[in-house]
């Protein structure tokens, strides 16, 4: 196994909807506001953002009692597994300094950094008919109990994976002080299988599919999934209002909300105004990448943030 530096907390195969030429991505960076391209390996990441934390074992105690307190009985059996794959580095590491094994550096590394990345790899596979969708009948694997379970859950652990979820929970949540800080993390992971089981099996869901035939692409960024029911200042604000807006495409995207039966809805926009208007509903959750299929998408954006200062 190889240590990976360069942890995605935005899908790879996701972003690469957006590409062109030799996986290049056109984009525009909050600090610096110029419209660049470079490869997706650059982009959306950090060096070793999943990787994980030595815990006492009271924290280890105190963290799976907190998680088995938050799950429900749809959660709880994966969360706790989720939970042990989580605590193996701290594990190990505690036994190996008791017993001073030699050359146990290098593969405790991998297990340090490659952990919750490998995790992540896991759930962005769930993800792989949503990122490929073209038409209505293609999301018809919402309405099989298996496949949509799978699907929410990978639309809640998107929702909750980026760095800016992670900045404001680690601002925002003096809980968690108590905790090294790469258990936000976890919390993040176990939250969303939570919330993507209650989706999947308890609620009624309308899936709008949105096909974009205007002159305007669907922009994506990276917090790429939003709920738009939220409180853009206060991502973390508690709300049992929920509507997930997901650009998949730059003809394609979909709302999931709440509804009194299930259903698979088709919306065809032709207006460049109204896909304006749902780029403005990512933009205002100020991220730090924006990315779009044409540079010339990410000019007129710039223009228009430019004349409404």
């Not at 996701?14 to 600090?31: A, G, Q």
């Not at 809805?265 to 109204?274: F, G, H, K, N, Q």
């Not at 304006?276 to 990512?282: D, F, P, Q, T």
């Amino acid at each position: 196994m190889i240590l990976k530096k360069k942890q995605h907390y935005v899908w790879r195969q996701y972003l690469r909807n957006w590409s062109f030429v030799d996986d290049r991505i056109f984009f525009i960076y909050k600090s610096s506001g110029e419209v660049k391209a470079t490869n997706l390996d650059r982009v959306a990441q950090k060096r070793f953002f999943y990787e994980v934390d030595s815990f006492t074992e009271e924290q280890e105690s105190v963290l799976t009692k907190l998680i088995e307190q938050w799950s429900n009985d749809l959660s709880k059996e994966t969360n706790l597994r989720l939970v042990n794959i989580f605590l193996t580095y701290s594990k190990v590491k505690r036994v190996s300094d008791i017993l001073r094994i030699a050359g146990k550096g290098t593969r405790l590394d991998i297990v340090k950094k490659n952990t919750l990345e490998d995790l992540h790899a896991v759930f962005e596979k769930f993800g792989d008919k949503l990122i490929s969708i073209n038409v209505l009948s293609d999301i018809s694997f919402f309405l099989e109990p298996a496949e949509r379970l799978k699907a929410l859950i990978y639309i809640c652990v998107q929702y909750t994976r980026t760095n800016q979820m992670h900045s404001k929970a680690v601002n925002g949540l003096s809980l968690f002080e108590y905790f090294p800080e790469s258990a936000l993390k976890l919390i993040a992971i176990t939250f969303s299988v939570t919330l993507g089981s209650n989706l999947a099996l308890l609620h009624k869901l309308r899936i709008t599919y949105i096909k974009n035939i205007s002159n305007t692409d669907f922009i994506t960024t990276d917090q790429p999934i939003i709920n738009t029911k939220t409180n853009f200042n206060e991502l973390l604000e508690t709300t049992e209002l929920l509507e997930f807006y997901y650009p998949v495409k730059p003809n394609i995207a979909i709302l999931i909300s709440t509804s009194n039966a299930d259903e698979l809805v088709e919306l065809e926009i032709s207006l460049d105004s109204e896909i304006n208007s749902y780029n403005s509903l990512l933009i205002k959750a100020n991220p730090d990448f924006i990315f779009a299929r044409k540079k010339e998408t990410l000019f007129e954006l710039k223009n228009n943030f430019s004349s409404k200062q």
